[in-house]
Structures are given as structure tokens and as C-alpha cells.
């Protein structure tokens, strides 16, 4: 903020609460440049009602930017940018967090100490998947998903498999397949995935019948890359042994189904939650509407 105020005439929101639809067409008419967050919805809906906007970019704070009409935008000559590079490691070793909750079922075991009921060790309590040397498939295999394949690679001796459009060149062991092959070998599968409409739904029921028994899910991607009805419907059965999610299709809103069952893992959207990781997005953000201000071509254009 600091750095912004410094260079242009900032105008702060104070709440943290998304943008109105009101507050996005204001925006759009009003400033030079906005610097959204993943809830404020830049819809084709607030273009429309901007015939000529002043603004000239949108440098979304984050990497996702499924909230913004992309196509919209450039047709009101608004440029998107993201901030891909601050987000990787943060987003990756959440994955990981997950990954280990979910499978040691740690969760559980802090609720029951929480509790006060837990009576000590006993040798069958709480008995999860052992992650060293397990198969893990990653759905998408771009910065965030190679993050995670090679932190499951080199920390646990994990087999990689991943699924992705684009065969990939990476610097560990890995095989790409098809989506229902991929799914059969694992026992650890991550949705790294953009959102958007080619992804919504990506993980449905039928990647659910895929997956074996003892296999956990893991979303650190877009909620709606996941039919939320369809992992409700197999947690339930328990034809997948758990999930761990930090990420929801309608959130804030999450299931009451999702939130009484004991083998899932529920965050709260929090995989950059960490303040060097969120000033280096706010800087990435800041330097495109530098670039921008200066004539140059931004460094993070979608």
C-alpha cells in the first residue's frame, strides 16, 4: 500500500467483503486501474453497463481469475493481469498440509484431544493412509501442480501421475495419462487445475467410481473443478476413504453434509495465507499497473 500511495492516488476499500456489482460498474467508470481480489466479480454484466470505461487494467490479486469476464474485458479494452509466480509454494505446500491431514486423519485426532474424551494411545486408533511411497495423481499439471508432484517426489518417494491437456517437461519421475487410468493407480489425488467453464465439474461422479476405496481427494484449486454433490454422494458411501478441501463450489457457503463428516479436512480458502506471500502478490499486482502506467508491456498479462 505503501508503494501504491507513493506513486498514485490509491482509493482504499475498507471493507474486505466483495465488490458489490455497483461497486465493480463504479470502479470500471471511476479509476485508471483496479486491483481486485478473488470475490469481486468483474461480470460481462458490469462491462455492459460501462460503455467506455476509464479503467484500464484489472491486476487481480491472484492467480485465478475465474471471477473475471476475461473475454468482456478485452472487448471494453480493459487488460487482466495475475500474479502467477507469488502463489506457487504457499498454494503447494497447503496441498501437502492437506494431503497429510487427511490421510493421518489429523483432524480427527485434534478434535478428539480438543474434546477431552481421548483416554491415550491405543494400537488401532485412528488408523490412516501411510503417504512415504504412495501413489499420488495430479489433475493440472502447471506451476502449482508440478509444485506439488515434486515436493511428493523428493519428500515421501511418491509415484507421480498426472493429468494434464499438454504433455509436460519436468525434473522428476512422472507419467501422464488419461483421467480414469490416472485416478485407478492413485491413492492420492490433487485437482490443481485452473477453474473456468472448461474445468467446472472436472471431478465428478464418475472420477469418484474411478478412484479406489482407500484414496483420498485433495482440492487447492477452484471449488467448482469439483461437483461438490458428487463427492458428498461418494464421502458418503465411502467409495473414496476422505477429503481434504480448501476450497468450495458456492463458497463461503459449505455443506453441512461436508461439515459433519469426520474423514474431511475443511479450510478456509487460505493456501497464500502467509504475509510474505500476500505482499509479493500485492507487489506483482502493483508492477503491472506500473507497466502500464509507464507504456511497457505488463509482465503479468492473462
Given at each position: 500500500?505503501?508503494?501504491?500511495?507513493?506513486?498514485?492516488?490509491?482509493?482504499?476499500?475498507?471493507?474486505?467483503?466483495?465488490?458489490s456489482?455497483?461497486?465493480?460498474?463504479?470502479?470500471?467508470?471511476?479509476?485508471?486501474?483496479?486491483?481486485?481480489?478473488?470475490?469481486?466479480?468483474?461480470?460481462s454484466?458490469?462491462?455492459?453497463?460501462?460503455?467506455?470505461?476509464?479503467?484500464?487494467l484489472?491486476?487481480?490479486?491472484?492467480?485465478?481469475?475465474?471471477?473475471?469476464d476475461?473475454?468482456?474485458?478485452?472487448?471494453?479494452?480493459?487488460?487482466?493481469?495475475?500474479?502467477?509466480?507469488?502463489?506457487?509454494?504457499?498454494?503447494?505446500?497447503?496441498?501437502?498440509?492437506?494431503?497429510?491431514?487427511?490421510?493421518?486423519?489429523?483432524?480427527?485426532?485434534?478434535?478428539?484431544?480438543?474434546?477431552?474424551?481421548?483416554?491415550?494411545?491405543?494400537?488401532?486408533?485412528?488408523?490412516?493412509?501411510?503417504?512415504?511411497?504412495?501413489?499420488?495423481?495430479?489433475?493440472?499439471?502447471?506451476?502449482?501442480?508440478?509444485?506439488?508432484?515434486?515436493?511428493?517426489?523428493h519428500?515421501?518417494?511418491?509415484?507421480?501421475?498426472?493429468?494434464?491437456?499438454?504433455?509436460?517437461?519436468?525434473?522428476?519421475?512422472?507419467?501422464?495419462?488419461?483421467?480414469?487410468?490416472?485416478?485407478?493407480?492413485?491413492d492420492?489425488?490433487?485437482?490443481?487445475?485452473?477453474?473456468?467453464?472448461?474445468?467446472?465439474?472436472?471431478?465428478?461422479?464418475?472420477?469418484?467410481?474411478?478412484?479406489?476405496?482407500?484414496?483420498?481427494?485433495?482440492?487447492?484449486?477452484?471449488?467448482?473443478?469439483?461437483?461438490?454433490?458428487?463427492?458428498?454422494?461418494?464421502?458418503?458411501?465411502?467409495?473414496?476413504?476422505?477429503?481434504?478441501?480448501?476450497?468450495?463450489?458456492?463458497?463461503?457457503?459449505?455443506?453441512?453434509?461436508?461439515?459433519?463428516?469426520?474423514?474431511?479436512?475443511?479450510?478456509?480458502?487460505?493456501?497464500?495465507?502467509?504475509?510474505?506471500?500476500?505482499?509479493?502478490?500485492?507487489?506483482?499486482?502493483?508492477?503491472?499497473?506500473?507497466?502500464?502506467?509507464?507504456?511497457?508491456?505488463?509482465?503479468?498479462?492473462?
Amino acid at each position: 500500500m505503501d508503494a501504491a500511495q507513493a506513486r498514485f492516488d490509491v482509493t482504499c476499500r475498507e471493507s474486505t467483503r466483495p465488490m458489490s456489482h455497483a461497486e465493480c460498474v463504479d470502479a470500471l467508470a471511476e479509476q485508471d486501474a483496479v486491483l481486485p481480489t478473488l470475490g469481486d466479480a468483474f461480470r460481462s454484466a458490469a462491462f455492459a453497463e460501462v460503455a467506455h470505461p476509464r479503467c484500464r487494467l484489472l491486476a487481480n490479486f491472484g492467480v485465478g481469475v475465474d471471477h473475471i469476464d476475461v473475454t468482456a474485458a478485452r472487448a471494453a479494452g480493459v487488460v487482466v493481469s495475475n500474479t502467477p509466480g507469488a502463489v506457487t509454494d504457499a498454494t503447494a505446500d497447503l496441498a501437502l498440509t492437506l494431503v497429510l491431514m487427511t490421510a493421518r486423519r489429523a483432524g480427527e485426532g485434534e478434535r478428539l484431544v480438543r474434546s477431552g474424551t481421548w483416554t491415550g494411545w491405543q494400537p488401532t486408533q485412528l488408523l490412516g493412509l501411510h503417504v512415504s511411497g504412495k501413489t499420488v495423481c495430479i489433475i493440472g499439471m502447471g506451476r502449482i501442480g508440478q509444485a506439488i508432484a515434486r515436493r511428493c517426489h523428493h519428500g515421501f518417494g511418491c509415484p507421480v501421475v498426472y493429468v494434464n491437456r499438454s504433455p509436460k517437461r519436468v525434473d522428476f519421475p512422472a507419467e501422464q495419462m488419461e483421467m480414469g487410468v490416472a485416478l485407478a493407480r492413485a491413492d492420492i489425488v490433487v485437482v490443481a487445475t485452473p477453474g473456468g467453464a472448461e474445468t467446472r465439474h472436472l471431478i465428478g461422479a464418475a472420477a469418484f467410481d474411478a478412484m479406489q476405496r482407500h484414496a483420498i481427494l485433495v482440492n487447492i484449486a477452484r471449488g467448482d473443478v469439483v461437483d461438490e454433490t458428487a463427492l458428498i454422494a461418494a464421502l458418503a458411501e465411502r467409495r473414496i476413504a476422505g477429503a481434504g478441501l480448501d476450497v468450495y463450489e458456492f463458497e463461503p457457503q459449505v455443506p453441512e453434509a461436508l461439515r459433519g463428516m469426520e474423514h474431511v479436512t475443511l479450510l478456509p480458502h487460505m493456501g497464500t495465507a502467509a504475509l510474505e506471500v500476500r505482499e509479493a502478490m500485492g507487489r506483482m499486482a502493483l508492477d503491472n499497473v506500473i507497466a502500464l502506467d509507464e507504456g511497457r508491456a505488463l509482465p503479468n498479462r492473462v
